[in-house]
């Protein structure tokens, strides 16, 4: 099991980017699914998460990106708008999965993807 994050990239202030999780291998299930970020010099922040549904975002994001999953396909994405430079960081995704023939569900980490936003 593994997750590929991509779609980041470089964006003036103000602009958008959608980023991308897909989860591929053998997956039983997914629970929570969600986007963490680390900026230079920062510790990993939680950005948004949706579980059964329900989504969370920090206040830093709230009104500017929207968290959203398909789960016939295993992907999940982040739509972020207005970006601003303080958003630049390394976007990581993580999800929950109980892999086939597992009783228990595992962490999983996507490799990151970065995104610079320029003022």
């Known amino acids: 099991v593994q997750l590929q994050a991509s779609g980041g990239g470089l964006v003036q202030a103000g602009g958008s980017l959608r980023l991308s999780c897909a989860a591929s291998?053998?997956?039983?299930?997914?629970?929570?699914m969600a986007w963490f970020r680390q900026a230079p010099g920062k510790q990993r922040e939680l950005v948004a998460s949706?579980?059964?549904?329900?989504?969370t975002y920090a206040d830093s994001v709230k009104g500017r990106f929207t968290i959203s999953g398909d789960n016939g396909e295993n992907t999940m994405y982040l739509q972020m708008n207005n970006l601003k430079p303080e958003d630049t960081a390394i976007y990581y995704c993580?999800?929950?999965?109980?892999?086939?023939?597992?009783?228990?569900?595992?962490?999983?980490w996507g490799r990151g993807t970065l995104v610079t936003v320029s003022s």
């Open positions: 949706i579980f059964n549904g329900d989504r």
């Open positions: 291998g053998s997956i039983f299930s997914i629970s929570d």
């Open positions: 993580h999800a929950d999965i109980r892999p086939t023939g597992s009783d228990f569900d595992e962490d999983f």
